[in-house]
């Protein structure tokens, strides 16, 4: 079955220490590759995209997520963490049935400590 | 552009009860779609929609119809709130299906409690 999965409920790092949110995917075909914030009482908002290329991809607020084929991973890291960036993050990709939707992993709560 | 925009943003059911969950976008996006937000569980996909008139069923479809008459509008009805309903319903939009390749907006979102 096409699926993404996010290993990791929480994820807690000290302000100015790298951070690394996990995701790995299983998809027929070329995985598309996505990665979105939600803050508080808010909608969805997207930080990047894989689609092709370069395996970095650099997104908004300072965040990269390097992609894996290997190892089915496209995991989120930024190299120095601040407090704001404290919210929930989704992995999300695009899977083929009769049309082509986007499915989401179930989230990771990053906390990030003064 | 107002982007996606859904009302109401708070709604409490009766068991029983039916409502619609309207939801709108302004920049002209032909994919549309309907998440649910449960603690633990992600987004999960509950409708979705390539076109004005075609929609199609996501992960969890059970309970719940949609319609996509134009463009702008994609509605979510539940025809008889059950409990296990409960939950925060997110609308999305994005500009291109055929690669859905393009970044998915998202409503605010509604909260919706069935007692």
């Known amino acids: ?114 | 552009n107002a982007g996606v925009t859904q009302t109401p943003k708070f709604q409490v059911l009766k068991t029983g009860q039916s409502m619609t969950l309207q939801c709108a976008q302004d920049m002209n996006h032909e994919y549309m779609s309907w998440y649910r937000q449960d603690p633990g569980m992600g987004l999960r996909l509950i409708h979705y929609s390539v076109g004005a008139g075609i929609t199609d069923q996501g992960e969890v479809p059970n309970g719940y119809n949609v319609s996509r008459s134009t463009t702008e509008d994609f509605p979510l009805r539940l025809l008889s709130a059950a409990p296990s309903q409960t939950s925060v319903y997110f609308c999305a939009s994005s500009r291109q299906e055929t690669t859905s390749t393009d970044t998915q907006y998202f409503g605010p979102g509604t909260r919706l409690t069935v007692l």
Do not use: M
Not at chain 1, 98 to 103: H, R, T
């Open chain 1, 1 to 114: 079955a096409q699926s993404v999965a996010q290993p990791e409920d929480q994820v807690n790092v000290a302000e100015g220490n790298p951070l690394t949110v996990k995701c790995t995917y299983s998809v027929s075909g070329n995985p598309y590759l996505f990665w979105y914030v939600q803050y508080p009482n808010r909608g969805l908002q997207f930080l990047l995209k894989y689609i092709t290329g370069d395996n970095l991809v650099k997104g908004s607020y300072g965040f990269e997520a390097e992609f894996n084929k290997s190892q089915t991973s496209f995991h989120l890291k930024k190299p120095s963490a601040l407090v704001s960036d404290s919210a929930l993050y989704f992995c999300a990709v695009r899977v083929y049935s009769s049309a082509s939707k986007i499915i989401f992993g179930s989230g990771t709560r990053l906390s990030i400590r003064p």
